[in-house]
Structures are given as structure tokens and as C-alpha cells.
């Protein structure tokens, strides 16, 4: 059986209505999730004989700005096994814009969540140590977001006094 | 064949203070190359051979602020880095002068965003500005003359006792 017709059934056989979506484009399969199932689902497809998808290359996330459910969170995993890319989708609402964190199974998510945090302002539950990357603690926006301007909102991060 | 070749006997010349201080100060400018990102290549290549920023007294660059007396901001400055490069603007010892190096530093350059300071005269005071995307190592050198032109009009009065400034601590 082909990698990706295994992939998607086992997945459907082991969480059923959980699997919303399948779409395969131009070779990429991506495979939405519900939300509530993301981590079983993490830690089905790196624990699995046959998938083994032991790396996780990103997470990032997609905001969407006026869809209903605001922002989707992308995972990219990897397997030496098969020498296969998956990507993984969830939808989250904005308020709160919560879910859990995969850092438990893939170490390597965990400074990818806190960049998605930082980012889109998307709260992982359980991460270990979720702290901005880039901007400065203390700053209060989510520059990645829509609805934030390109040139920032002035006085909102702080320089040094003139001279 | 220098000035001495001509001298006959002991030699002296007369002059000032001021103007012989202000030849030994800009024969000797010794930078703090501030390189933080891409514009610090051009930077290294101006003090290299080829190019030679030896020839004017520059090519002492030192990377400790306290041996410094021109600052050379090379690269994209954010407002993270803002903090950190004032805070070293601040350990140099007075008298003391600043190029900024590069579209970026001048202006934000095209890092027109939001995590990149629109340029560095919003903190710092700048004395020489450096136009290009790198500046050529050319264009370095004629910024050094020209600070070197500033620094020989100076006179010693110029520079009082300035007390060193305590670096503020940011958290960040
Ligand atoms: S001016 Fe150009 S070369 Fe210099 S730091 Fe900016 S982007 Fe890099």
C-alpha cells in the first residue's frame, strides 16, 4: 500500500471523526485534526511501527483574520522511516486561542511554540517554558497577527533616551 | 624625505596646542566596530589590504568600547539591539564620534518594520552618515576623512571633563 494511504487510514482507523480533513496537493499531504486530539495524535504518529515520524520540523500557525474559527496551527513532522514530510492542521478559535502543547512528544516543538506564541499570541497548555523569542518580554502585541500594523504601534517598545 | 630631511640642524616648529593635538587625534581614530550584521563585511574589507584603512590611522579597530574613540554602527539595528549598542556608545571615553554605516543604520533602510529602529539618530548622535546597501569600503573610508576634518578643527577646550554616563539597565 502506498505511504499515504496508510498514513490516512490508520489515522482514521484509530480516531475516526477526529480526522476533519485530508487534502493532498501537489504531493503535500496535509491532514486536519480536531484540536482536542492533537497530542494522541502527535504521539500516535511518532510512536507507530510503521510511520516512526520522529521529527518535528515547525509549527507555526495561519491567521486567518476573519474566519470564524481565527487561526489554524501547522505542524510539519518528519520520518527517517519512510523519508516523508506530513504536514498536520488544527482550527482554533481566537478567544481563547488555546491549545495543547506537542513539546511532551517532539522536543524540538518547544521553541517552535514559543515563536508561535510570540508571534500569533497562541497559548500552548502544558509547555514547559512558554516565553516570547524575539520581542522583548513586557512587549504586549503579536506582531505575526492581521490586525497588527507593519510599523508597529509607537512607544510600544522602548529605545534609549536621545542625546 | 620627510619634513626632517630638510633640517639642517636641531629642528623645531611652532604651533598650537590645539592644532597638534587635533593632528595627533584624528591620525589616530581608533574604531569600535559595532558590525552587527551584513554592512560589518564591508567593514572588514575597509581595513583590509586592499583596501587599507591603515593609511589613515584607523586600522586599530579594538572590541572593547574603552580603547575607542569612533563608533562604526554596521548593520541593522532593532530595538532590542538599540539597547545594547547605547549601552556601549556609553563606555567609550569622551571625546568620542559615530558613523552610521549603511541605509539601515541611517534610516531602517528596507527594514521598513516594525522590530527595526528607523534610524540611529533616534538615540544616538551621529556625526557621519554612509549611504548604500553595503556602502563600498570606499565609501567607509571617505566617511573616516571625514570625521577626520571634523576632528581637526576641534581644540582641546572643546572636550571638558565629561564624566562617563552610568549605563542604564534594561531588561529585556
Ligand atoms: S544597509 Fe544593507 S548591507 Fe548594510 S546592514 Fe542594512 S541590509 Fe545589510
Redesign the interface.
Known sequence: MELKELIVEKLKKNFGESVEEVTDFRDDLSITVSTNKIVDVAKFLKEDDDLLFVMCKDVTAIDWAKRKKRFTVVYHVYSFKNNYTLRIKTNIDENPPKLDSVSSIWLSANWYERETYDMYGIIFTNHPDLRRT????GFQYH?LRKD??????PGS??????? | MGLEAKLQQDGFITTTIDSIIAWARKSSVWPMPMGISCCAIEMIAAADPKYDLARFGSEVMRFTPRQCDLMIVAGTVT??M??VV?RIYDQMPEPKWVIAMGACTSSGGMY????V?QGID????VDVYTAGCPPRPENLINAVMTIQKKISKTRARDFQDIPMPKP?T???
Open positions: 524575539y520581542m522583548p518580554e506582531p497588527f500594523p507593519v510599523l508597529g504601534i517598545l522602548p529605545l534609549p533616551e536621545k542625546i | 530595538y532590542k538599540a539597547q547605547r521598513r518594520s516594525y522590530n529602529v533616534q538615540f544616538l548622535p542604564e534594561v531588561n529585556n
